[in-house]
DNA sequence: TATGAATGAGGTTTCATTCAT
DNA sequence: TATGAATGAAACCTCATTCAT
């Protein structure tokens, strides 16, 4: 493969410059994320996404140096939409509608990002970039996760000798990998009584024993 | 493009009829373990295989369809050696003992097949046969679990509402992945902390709000 | 192994877009035509084409699928090339001398196309495709023979009881057959010894025991 | 590929010693020939050869050289089988007869072994051997029927100024491809009609304008 | 003589990426 | 900026033939 000439790659590195070409860039990256959620990742071919952007192959390499690239950037919108989605301010109720409401924001929130997480997912053990991004994608929710328990722990609503940290870890790791099960890898849940099962072990895990009240 | 003869196909089913062949096939089959762990699915070419065997290229062709092929047989080698780590019979002390060994059996059969196991992951996005390869490795998990569950249930110690079904598969789904980002994506946990972590939730779950005696 | 991409035969379906492209085009076909003609279609690698074409395998397979799509290509051209040259009207002297003319075009025409024709002969027994092809050739001289044979039969020149059709496709038979022995088989033959034997046979068959006249 | 041990070079060019030899070596003619008819020569493999004749790999070896040697004797075979054919003695009636006689005879004659004829055919544009091969088949043909003519021209039935020799081969041609065409390429032949105007041909050649009598 | 495992040169085809226009 | 032609490294797989047993 030849190298990028110095020209090209300044320009990849400048980034559009006009409307018009901040325009092209977001076609490019709308066309691709559809091809990728389409094909996956190694089945998507540059060809793919110019086609589906009424673009030209050279076109693309003005915009991404590689193919690789565009889904790193298909990658950080769905990031952004997740962290969006899930930043909704939480009801104040009891544990458990706080649990349940938790458990429906993740899996709203995942559902339509499901097969662009699946091929970060992928990328993640051949690339230190996505790798990256993903333990970044889930850390924010784990933290999250964290962050609230350690508030109920404050209130004595849940223990204080918990684990917290690892606890959460283990929580998010149960909702992610259901969700991949389900959405990535078309196991068949009932949606109701798959909230209820997650929902459950969450509460029990906080509230052990009549430990303080919902 | 040539297509595979019949009678090539015939001996590649058939399989090695010497003792020599069968030797020959085994070699093949290590030599790929080692290069899939090592290099990765997308990045192990037939070529290092065959080199790592100290065989020709024609010899894989002899024994392997495609690269595909080869790995589907390392996989099921690794979800016979799962099998039978996990079908260790179980100690029956309390359900604190049993919970922890069952943890402790799973991380230990899990952490020796990571690599192989991700890649059965990463394969599953791209192929139905992968796919059903790898739901079945989690299904006798999730059913060994399912059963034991119920078989608590029985004797009273787990509550009779519980959803057996959907919480073995979330918890199932909890172990997998927790063993997934430490020995596959990197994550640092401390062994200890987290069989603690992962065993305080499946206790809780089983055990909840004071149900029967530990 | 690799599927193509439904782009890229689009590519090659769509053909060239620009004069460049058309011009590549060409040179190929030129090129392979030469290869074909040297080496004969199976020792005729895509490497020998490229590399008379002063082009890449790349670019090879930018316009064609693959090296019997080529030859497809090629023997059309050919085809044409020998319907273009048979297609000269015919001088409307006697008989002898139409027959003479007739056997002459033939020969000039199989002639400079004999080695891609012996190819077709050849291929016409693995594919289909080329079978078609090559029965196309030939049926469309054997038509014209025979349509001129009707004519004289109209005008009373030759028998009436005469099987035109059988009787037109053994004497193209005849012709294809010693030209193919000749220019390609190198069966040694005197030019106008030759010709005269072929058409002493028209001509016998045609006007038998001195049915009308020359 | 390795080059041939003097060992086993010698044993393919003493040929079998022992009666049990002479069988596998009959074995593996009897099914090169069906393979051959069944594959043609490209698509035959060894493998199906050494299959058919329920042999291995290694023996065949033992007997012939290469998959080019084990087909030439098959087709001398085929030469053979045709010559005995052919050479039945002719019954002396009128000349009318004689030529449907020496027609329905090649016709009969070739049939059986269209399959091989039309791969001597094709490997003659590759292989020198093979095409001497050919041409002396259908020379051995065009001469008998050459001498056939020349003693008609002795007893005057054929006109004294006929080109013997090239109107044998002419219509010697003319036979070879119509079978071809007829039994190899798949074009349907009314048998009767074509062996009258196959006929038709020889007799108006040989006895033009009512010269001599039938 | 017979077997079947082993060889490896050789061929076809793809596709990310660059560059001339 | 946009286009699309060109590149060529790289990968897979076959099969005639040899050789150890």
Not at 137 to 150: K, N
Not at 203 to 208: I, K, Q, R
Request: aromatic share 8%; charged share 30%.
């Amino acid at each position: 493969m030849r190298e990028p000439t110095a020209v090209q790659q300044t320009r990849r590195d400048v980034g559009p410059i006009t409307d018009r070409g901040a325009a092209r860039r977001r076609q490019l990256l709308d066309a691709a994320r559809r091809v990728f959620e389409r094909q996956g990742f190694t089945d998507a071919r540059v060809a793919d996404i110019v086609k589906e952007a009424h673009a030209s192959h050279g076109t693309f390499y003005t915009y991404f140096d590689t193919k690789e690239a565009i889904f790193v950037e298909v990658a950080r919108t769905v990031i952004e939409d997740m962290h969006e989605d899930m930043a909704v301010a939480v009801p104040t109720s009891g544990l458990d509608l706080r649990v349940h409401d938790a458990i429906d924001r993740f899996i709203h929130a995942y559902r339509p990002n499901a097969a662009i997480i699946a091929l970060m997912e992928q990328l993640a053990l051949d690339s230190v970039e996505m790798r990256a991004l993903r333990l970044d994608l889930r850390d924010s929710f784990v933290q999250r996760t964290r962050r609230g328990i350690e508030r109920m722990q404050a209130d004595g609503s849940v223990p204080a000798d918990l684990d917290v940290e690892y606890t959460a870890e283990a929580l998010g790791a149960m909702l992610e990998y259901t969700c991949h099960l389900w959405f990535s890898l078309g196991k068949e849940f009932e949606e109701r009584r798959l909230a209820d099962a997650l929902a459950g072990i969450w509460f029990a895990t906080l509230h052990p024993e009549g430990h303080g009240a919902p």
